[in-house]
């Protein structure tokens, strides 16, 4: 089972950046995926998820109206869009997998870790 996170970058307050997680290994039909992140002196957090069925999706309060998180399991990838970026959001930002139906589970239950991407918001 892999997850590979991919395009963080350096962005400027207000700008916006797509992150991905690809994964190998599994069928992604049959997992929620969960992003979460770890800024700097702090714990990790839950960001988003997304249900195996796109049906259930979850937001932190932190990001509602600026994220927006969306699977193509055809292409095993999932995907978060972030949108207005803040300084605060500045953190590396990690995906996982949890085999689970119906449901995003909690940020602490995911079983599957990929490595982190980092993303920067500063002017």
């Known amino acids: 089972v892999q997850l590979q996170a991919s395009g963080g970058g350096l962005v400027q307050p207000g700008g916006s950046l797509r992150l991905s997680c690809a994964t190998s290994?599994?069928?992604?039909?049959?997992?929620?995926i969960g992003w979460l992140r770890q800024a700097p002196g702090k714990e990790r957090e839950g960001v988003s998820c997304i249900s195996m069925s796109s049906s259930h999706t979850h937001y932190v309060d932190s990001v509602k109206g600026r994220f927006t998180i969306s699977r193509d399991n055809a292409k095993n990838t999932v995907y978060l869009q972030m949108n207005s970026l803040k300084p605060e959001d500045t953190a590396v930002y990690y995906c996982a997998a949890r085999r689970v139906v119906g449901y995003c589970p909690r940020y602490d239950a995911y079983v599957y870790w990929g490595q982190g991407t980092l993303v920067t918001v500063s002017s």
């Open positions: 290994g599994f069928t992604l039909d049959y997992y929620a």
